[in-house]
């Protein structure tokens, strides 16, 4: 993978410094622009609000005045809602356009070590994440293979949600967890994890489990993977 101009002050593309001796790489990859819009930046949703409120102004637009009956369609006026047809699709564009580059920008990396994550459009920013750090893991998977993976910090370590989003657990505010976002083959990628993870820690147990599906995706499953 040759690193773009942006980032071309990377050692290796995801990597800031170069690996030190004994580390590494074990998998790289990066978020699908297409599955991040959806889940993260949830255009599906807001493309059928905008449906919903263009449809109850149509109606308004050929409401009948004072007892009368439904206007033609030859005589309403229909500019108000071809302006707001044009709003909600620039507003539909700009988030497409958002999560494209979100993903482009974006690259994980999983060493024997760590996972390193390289986010931010405008503001880059590079995530070191030792393996002896994380506490757990949950792997949301999607019906297509792709999903998500949360990591869980151990002890008193924090990352500000904000800083973190989208690459952030839905919903976890209060004790975010970075997330490896709308990956392909996640479960494969789990198990990498779940391998470097217990040889970084070969004497720590680790749990496998289902917990409810998330609500952010009705039909995906979840696992836990808990230290």
Known sequence: ??????????????????????ERVVWQGAPDWKRLA???????????????????????LTAPDSGTGWKPLTEVDWKPLVVAASLYALALALLLG???MSARSTLYT?????VVMRIGVVLTLTFNLPLRMLAGASIKTNPDGTG???????????IAWL??????????????????????NVGVV???IVQAWQAV????????GDTSPSTDAPRASTQEIAA
């Open 110 to 114: 999983l060493t024997n070590k760590r």
């Open 163 to 184: 800083n973190l989003w989208p690459h952030a657990r839905p919903w976890a505010l209060r004790h975010p967890e970075p997330s490896l976002r709308c990956i392909a």
């Open 38 to 60: 959806i889940h993260a930046f949830h255009v599906r949703k807001v493309a059928l609000y905008f449906a919903l409120m263009l449809a109850v102004q149509a109606l308004n």
């Open 148 to 158: 998500d993976i949360a990591l869980k910090l151990a002890g008193n370590d924090h």
């Open 190 to 192: 789990g198990e990498r």
């Open 201 to 208: 820690n070969p004497h720590m147990p680790v749990m496998l």
């Open 1 to 22: 993978m040759k690193a773009t101009h942006e980032h071309e002050w990377e050692a290796s593309p995801g990597l800031p410094s170069a690996l030190p001796k004994g």
């Open 98 to 100: 958002s999560a494209w």
